[in-house]
């Protein structure tokens, strides 16, 4: 078995992402989490850059970490001074880690025309750095940045660099595809080039690879780079980072432990990979990001079977239509519903066995929701909608209340100095008529928008009978326009997502007007609620 170090940048280059920011405390308890799914390096950040860095490394001294070593990030020393005068280098001892990266250049291009250096310079920067970091009892990681790009340009001159790194003390060589813009084959072919290169100039130090995404192949560049020698590989959770990204961690780590044979990540075994689902979500939240859904091994569409064919051989064998068991890394299956469903849909979604086995009634199941899909309804994410849908269908729908009518209006004033809209005071006031234990109930309440108002009168209207709504609560509230070419008249698609603590629900409703699309969702989220309550 191949050990294969993982090495983390989400908090440094991660962070270079567009919409990406992270808190002192996000970047802590980032650190937490990624020594606990078993991550080789953290890459802290770079201390010289800004005071949250600075002070994060300080914080992180105080971590007690099971596993991971964090990792300094820092430049080579500045031209024309020593290591020791240079306060960046300063900066790299003062954060405290045991390991510290150092970027240098690797490319000819970039020593003369972005750095603006001599070739020699560069060399003595990349030398001296190394050298007096590893004298001041630091392990050094060498970044050759833009390494596959220097290498086709000047090949011999990428070597001398290599070598400068290897024979000052570096203990690996980080061959970075920065631009993005190499493929699989040649990542292969240099990396083997790279290793055969560095061990004729007399050193064996191990390599690592550093891939971004710029054409969509990172993972499977990282990936190459292992088949020809590379022991580390470096990227981010969830690929996240500058431009297209990084090369994401989660499936490099999946696949490395479970779709390959001889290599062992994070400890050994693919248990490991258990949490990266778990890991993925962690990270996007504490980002404040949305999910990928598709995003390959731990997205909540990797396992998500929607057409009738997929979920019939499903039932039948798992392996059909996946290529790993989602619980192997955490994730789990999901079977969809719409018009693209088979019978075989309906029945995986039903529980009760009285549905599940009557064939008349789940084709009558499936007819509704292609008729429904058909004007714009979409139960993929509105389970409470669909379990109602089959109520209704199979007869046994008990309705808590019965609507009679419903009013909703807005009041919008200038202010007192009259000066124009952006004073105007709006009032929002809903009224509703309900049949609600064989009673009538008329309430009205005010709210701070229609949707709020609708909620707030209907629970007046239902508390006295059914008190336990004062555990339900709103999450989400959605609104698609469907048909947009028809312009004010088109129809919306209105999703609201709802909780009472401990259940998760999703409801649906479809309209040309928004506040009825808004009351059929809202409806049937308290329908579905007080039917579990009555349960119990």
């Keep these: 078995m191949r050990t294969i170090e993982i090495y983390d940048t989400t908090l440094r280059d991660g962070s270079q992402g567009e919409g990406v920011n992270f808190s002192l405390e996000d970047k802590l308890a980032i650190t937490r989490r990624l020594d606990e799914a078993g991550i080789d ?30 990792c300094a990030f820092g430049m ?16 790299l001892l003062d954060a405290g880690t045991s390991v510290v990266t150092i970027v240098g250049k690797t490319s000819a291009f970039h020593v003369t025309e972005v750095l603006g250096v001599s070739r020699e310079e560069n060399l003595a920067m990349i030398f001296d750095t190394v050298a007096f970091l590893v004298g001041s009892g630091r392990e050094v990681f060498y970044d050759a940045e833009h390494f596959f790009d220097g290498w086709r340009l000047d090949r011999d001159y990428s070597v001398e660099t290599l070598l400068s790194a290897a024979r000052a003390g570096a203990t690996r060589i980080v061959l970075c595809d920065t631009n993005g813009g190499t493929l699989p084959d040649e990542i292969a072919r240099l990396v083997g080039e790279a290793s055969a290169s560095l061990k004729a100039g007399g050193k064996h130090v191990p390599l690592a690879i550093h891939c971004h995404n710029d054409c969509d192949v990172a993972v499977a560049n990282s990936l190459s780079a292992v088949a020809a020698g590379a022991v580390q590989v470096q990227g981010t959770i969830n690929g996240i980072g500058e431009r297209c990204g990084n090369a994401d961690l989660i499936s490099v780590v999946a696949n490395l432990a479970i779709k390959l044979s001889g290599y062992s990540v994070l400890g050994g075994g693919d248990a490991g990979a258990v949490h990266l689902t778990e890991l993925s979500r962690f990270v996007y939240e504490t980002a404040n990001m ?15 079977h929607k057409g009738g064919m997929h979920v019939h051989a499903v039932a039948k064998a798992t392996e059909s239509y996946e290529h790993i068991p989602p619980e192997s890394v955490g994730n789990s299956r999901r079977i969809l519903v719409s018009e693209l469903s088979g019978r075989s849909n309906i029945a995986a979604l039903v529980n009760r066995p009285d549905v599940k086995n009557d064939r008349a009634l789940l ?4 007819a509704e929701v292609c ?11 509105a389970g409470a909608s669909f379990d109602l849908l089959v109520d209704r269908c199979a007869g046994t729908f008990r309705p808590a209340f019965e609507k009679l009518a419903y009013n909703v209006a807005v009041d919008s004033r200038d202010g007192a100095d009259g000066s124009g809209p952006t004073d105007a005071a709006v009032t929002t006031e809903a009224t509703v ?3 609600v234990g064989g009673v009538q109930r008329h309430e009205v309440a005010e709210g701070d928008g229609p949707v709020n108002a609708l909620d707030a009168a209907l629970r007046k209207a239902l508390s006295e009978v059914y008190p336990a709504l004062d555990r339900m609560h709103l999450l989400d509230y959605k609104v698609r326009v469907i048909n947009a070419q028809e ?50």
Excluded: C
């Design 363 to 366: 084709d009558r199941v499936l």
């Design 76 to 91: 080579t020393r500045r031209r024309g001074m020593t290591a020791s005068e240079d306060p960046g280098m300063k900066a």
């Design 487 to 536: 312009g004010t008249a088109a129809k919306v698609r209105v999703s609201i997502e709802s909780t009472d603590g401990e259940a998760v629900w999703g409801t649906v409703g479809v309209s040309e007007n928004v506040i009825e699309a808004s009351w059929l969702a809202l409806a049937d989220s308290f329908h579905h609620f007080l039917a579990r309550a009555a349960r119990g």
């Design 290 to 304: 949305s999910y990928r859904p598709g995003q390959p091994f731990v997205g909540t569409s990797a396992f998500a």
């Design 371 to 381: 008729r429904l899909e058909n004007e714009g309804w979409q139960f993929e994410a």
């Design 433 to 435: 008529k309900l049949v």
């Design 41 to 70: 390096f953290i890459e802290g950040g770079y201390p010289l850059s800004n005071p949250k860095d600075s002070q994060y490394f300080a914080r992180a001294r105080e971590l007690k970490l099971r596993h991971s070593r964090i």
